[in-house]
Nanobody, 124 residues
Framework: QVQLVESGGGSVQAGGSLRLSCAAS????????MGWFRQAPGKEREAVAT????????YYTDSLKGRFTISRDNARNTLYLQMNSLKPEDTAMYYC?????????????????WGRGTEVTVSS
């Protein structure tokens, strides 16, 4: 059974940092493209960043480039998201997701497995 468990969310002031983690189990973690997504209240789910199986190829939503860094540790079956210079508009539920294979879908609907999310609140 595939499980993705996010952690590391919390409340921070603008300008602060958080590091999210996602522990994966129940499948061959190293064989799947992984991604972070977020959904703010009243808004649609959006991609934050994705990372290829080996970690050599990453994608970021343009507005987040330079502030967020996605990484993965295939030995620990763990995905990370380092978030720096946080802004109030980064407030959202953050989800990690796994593709069913090495490809990275261009839209969140293409990801097969999802965690329950970790909440991030950024105050001004």
């Amino acid at each position: 059974q595939v499980q993705l468990v996010e952690s590391g969310g919390g409340s921070v002031q603008a300008g602060g940092s958080l590091r999210l983690s996602c522990a994966a189990s129940g499948y061959t973690y190293s064989a799947a493209c992984m991604g972070w997504f977020r959904q703010a209240p009243g808004k649609e789910r959006e991609a934050v960043a994705t990372i290829s199986t080996g970690g050599t190829s990453t994608y970021y939503t343009d507005s987040l480039k330079g502030r967020f860094t996605i990484s993965r540790d295939n030995a620990r079956n763990t995905l990370y998201l380092q978030m720096n210079s946080l802004k109030p508009e980064d407030t959202a539920m953050y989800y990690c997701a796994a593709s069913s294979g090495p490809w990275c879908p261009g839209n969140w609907v293409g990801y097969s497995y999802w965690g329950r999310g970790t909440e991030v609140t950024v105050s001004s």
